[in-house]
């Protein structure tokens, strides 16, 4: 069983940023594809980034792109999203996913992870 634990959500004014951590245990976390997902009230729940073994495996959404950055420590078990530039369309629960192995992984897909977090709010004011 893995467990995901978010931290470093919060209030910000528009235009500030945040850095969100998501520690995981487990001692296979670098087989894991790890994505980040949000949900706002009344809305459902979309994805926002993900990450492979590598950086260079990191995919966004467009709404986020070029804002937001992920991030893993595979020493750490623990992935990042940066975010910058935060807008209050950006206020909703984020929550952190694993997939055990990354064959077959489509990252947008909610339905593709295997494992979540709890959530972490986040609170972007005008």
């Known amino acids: 069983q893995v467990q995901l634990v978010e931290s470093g959500g919060g209030l910000v004014q528009a235009g500030g940023s945040l850095r969100l951590s998501c520690a995981a245990s487990?001692?296979?976390?670098?087989?894991?594809?790890m994505g980040w997902f949000r949900q706002a009230p009344g809305k459902e729940r979309e994805f926002v980034a993900a990450v492979g073994w590598s950086a260079s495996t990191s995919v966004y959404a467009d709404s986020v792109k070029g804002r937001f950055t992920t991030s893993r420590d595979n020493a750490k078990t623990t992935v990042y999203l940066q975010m910058n530039s935060l807008e209050p369309e950006d206020t909703a629960v984020y929550y952190c996913?694993?997939?055990?192995?990354?064959?077959?992984?489509?990252?947008?897909?909610?339905?593709?992870?295997?494992?979540w977090g709890q959530g972490t709010q986040v609170t972007v004011s005008s």
């Open positions: 487990g001692r296979t976390f670098s087989n894991f594809g």
């Open positions: 996913a694993a997939r055990r192995g990354v064959l077959g992984w489509t990252p947008k897909a909610v339905r593709d992870y295997d494992y």
